[in-house]
């Protein structure tokens, strides 16, 4: 089992749709999660971080953890073309500190 | 602030041949870590370092060795450079360990 596992796409969304990203980790004790989006040639930059429970919302971006479940997840609303990126699951482990990529998502936003 | 720089861009690099990939930061973060993304893949951790003068090893360090003399620099030495190492270089920093990540825009290698 990976230590974080996304599904690698694509994801295929219309413009305006919600597009539902999800990721699993091993590890129980996980503490900090963070969701990258990554444009084609380019370095990773941070969409969102969440550290407890629940959902967090940041404009069109909500984040919701499930410690539980081991599940974060990253929904993008009114999805536009500029959505169109790969999206990186991070995860800090509860030792240790090393942040553990997914392998990302591919979303692919048509007009 | 500049954030983190590296250098170079990009690099071809023959079999057995060796280099350094450089990173700094201006942001005077203690935590430095290098990655690497092989095409349609994740990042995956080669090495990192919590402060001047310590580092340790991530998920894949054979064939890379690092070191951390001053807080701004965290270079990437490649010894013996092979096929396998091809790949895009991320370097980065926080400055705490459950803070986000500050990218470098990445140097990518080619061995032949």
């Known amino acids: 089992q990976k230590e974080v596992e996304q599904n690698s796409g694509p994801l295929s969304v219309p413009e305006g749709a919600i597009a539902s990203l999800n990721c699993t980790y091993s590890d129980r004790g996980s503490q900090s999660f963070f969701w990258y989006r990554q444009y084609s040639g380019k370095s990773p930059e941070l969409i969102m971080s969440?550290?407890?429970?629940g959902d967090k919302e940041d404009g069109r971006f909500t984040a919701q953890l499930n410690k539980a479940s081991q599940y974060v997840s990253l929904l993008i609303r009114d999805s536009q073309p500029s959505d169109s990126a790969t999206y990186l699951c991070?995860?800090?482990?509860?030792?240790?500190?090393?942040?553990?990529f997914g392998g990302g998502t591919r979303v692919l936003v048509k007009p | 602030n500049a954030g983190v720089t590296q250098t170079p861009k990009f690099r071809i690099l023959k079999i057995g041949q060796s280099m350094t990939l450089q990173c700094t930061q201006d942001m005077n973060h203690n935590y430095m870590y290098w990655y690497r993304q092989d095409p349609g893949m994740g990042l995956k951790l080669i090495y990192y370092s919590v402060g001047a003068g310590i580092t340790d090893k991530g998920e894949v360090p054979n064939g890379y060795n690092v070191s951390r003399s001053t807080t701004e620099d965290f270079p990437l030495r490649l010894e013996l450079a092979a096929p396998s190492q091809t790949s895009v270089y991320f370097c980065?920093?926080?400055?705490?360990?459950?803070?986000?990540?500050?990218f470098g825009n990445g140097t990518r290698l080619t061995v032949t």
């Open positions: 980065a920093s926080t400055d705490s360990y459950n803070s986000p990540l500050h």
């Open positions: 991070a995860v800090l482990k509860a030792a240790g500190n090393k942040l553990t």
């Open positions: 969440i550290y407890s429970n």
